[in-house]
């Protein structure tokens, strides 16, 4: 296997990375209802526009875009002060079983960490059963007052890392 760097994303590769979120995500497709899916599909792939208040950090090979991350160095109005936010953490399935998940999220942690932060946040759902096993892991834990429900049917389950 080839070199696997974990960086921010240059300009030419944001169609990439945005490629790289929906060919993970779309095996969850089926489960969510196809209006939810519809606005969810478009928010994931709008990686320009979350660039104004975040770093996209990618796991590049000299080839192509293996995986993404979003961080964001302060958490949304929805988290406590004080905190950094992780988003659409995605590999490619090509990409998958070399680590590079969690590369990508301890490159957050160490961004964190490295600018004083206290915290990290991340949501998730039940759906995403590698991601949160991977999560727990590495010593995040559930913050069920921090979920949201953005279809009767799906809980979306947040998590903390404290730093």
Do not use: N
Request: hydrophobic share 45%; net charge negative.
């Amino acid at each position: 296997m080839e070199q696997v760097d974990i960086r921010e994303a240059r300009d030419d590769e944001l169609d990439a990375a945005a490629a790289v979120i929906a060919s993970a995500y779309e095996q969850y497709r089926p489960a969510i209802p196809v209006d939810a899916w519809e606005g969810y599909q478009r928010d994931m792939m709008d990686v320009r526009g979350r660039l104004a208040s975040s770093k996209l950090l990618v796991a590049a090979g000299a080839a192509k875009v293996l995986g993404c991350v979003t961080y964001f160095p302060a958490a949304s109005e929805s988290w406590p002060a004080g905190g950094a936010y992780i988003r659409l953490l995605a590999v490619a399935p090509i990409g998958r079983g070399l680590g590079l998940g969690r590369r990508l999220t301890e490159a957050c942690v160490e961004r964190a960490r490295a600018a004083g932060i206290s915290y990290i946040g991340l949501h998730t759902t039940s759906l995403m059963e590698v991601a949160r096993a991977m999560y727990e892991r590495m010593g995040f834990v559930r913050l069920p007052e921090a979920d949201f429900h953005p279809t009767p049917q799906m809980t979306v389950m947040a998590y903390r890392l404290d730093l």
